[in-house]
């Protein structure tokens, strides 16, 4: 969306590697989602957060309204986090929490 | 396993045809959001309700889709008369209205339009 920048646009990364996503807001957001893009085509949730970090397991997500960013880092990366990952994040003048989406990442996990 | 249902899971009709498609809400969320998933992955926001009221729609659900979110049954999307460029994802999603808690999103109905 145009209030969402994220990048990059792909990704490969060698097995056991990491690395991060980000998506930068052209206005202050209220809070940000991520998502993977499983097999069938659905959005599995990652994170959700208002502020701050949040971490499970090899994930870790973090947001700063105030700088306008959020960020998703992958560590030990394996075969099965192949996909495509979304942010999408809620604007501060939307009703009701309207969600503005990222273009999306492309990760590819090489053996 | 998501707490939004959304049926049918795909849905395949000719140009000109209706199309319809149901969400039901996690129970307790009074907000409902319909998006729209292309094949490029990029999402458009279609329509919002709280309860069975619409806050927001874009031009295009207005004119030519029909939406409504009665109370005691699903939630449902209808696309008049169907075109090509309605070949997409469609995602429904619930929350509570809360800024600390994040809606949740259905599976999702895959149109194809023939």
């Known amino acids: 969306g145009d209030q969402v920048e994220q990048s990059p646009s792909a990704l490969s990364l060698h097995e056991g590697t990491g690395s991060a996503l980000r998506c930068n807001f052209t206005t202050t957001m209220r809070a940000v989602q991520w998502f993977r893009k499983n097999s069938r085509g659905s959005l599995i949730n990652l994170f959700y957060?208002?502020?701050g970090t949040k971490e499970n397991g090899r994930l870790k997500s973090a947001f700063d309204s105030k700088e306008r960013y959020s960020t998703l880092h992958i560590r030990d990366a394996q075969l099965e986090d192949s996909g495509t990952y979304f942010c999408?994040?809620?604007?501060?003048?939307?009703?009701?929490?309207?969600?503005?989406f990222g273009a999306g990442t492309q990760l590819i996990v090489i053996p | 396993n998501s707490k939004v249902i959304q049926t049918p899971r795909y849905l395949v009709k000719g140009q000109g045809q209706k199309a319809k498609m149901r969400c039901i809400p996690e129970k307790g969320h009074p907000v409902v959001f319909w998006y729209q998933q292309n094949k490029n992955n990029e999402f458009k926001f279609l329509i919002n309700?709280?309860?069975?009221?619409?806050?927001?729609q874009i031009d295009m659900t207005e004119k030519r889709f029909s939406a409504e979110c009665p109370s005691n049954s699903p939630c449902s999307l209808e696309i008049q008369s169907s075109e090509a460029g309605d070949s997409a994802l469609y995602l429904c999603?619930?929350?509570?209205?809360?800024?600390?808690?994040?809606?949740?999103f259905g599976e999702g109905t895959r149109l194809s339009v023939l």
């Open positions: 309700f709280q309860n069975q009221e619409v806050l927001q």
């Open positions: 999408a994040a809620l604007d501060r003048g939307s009703a009701l929490g309207r969600l503005h």
């Open positions: 999603a619930s929350r509570t209205g809360w800024d600390n808690q994040a809606p949740l």
């Open positions: 957060l208002a502020s």
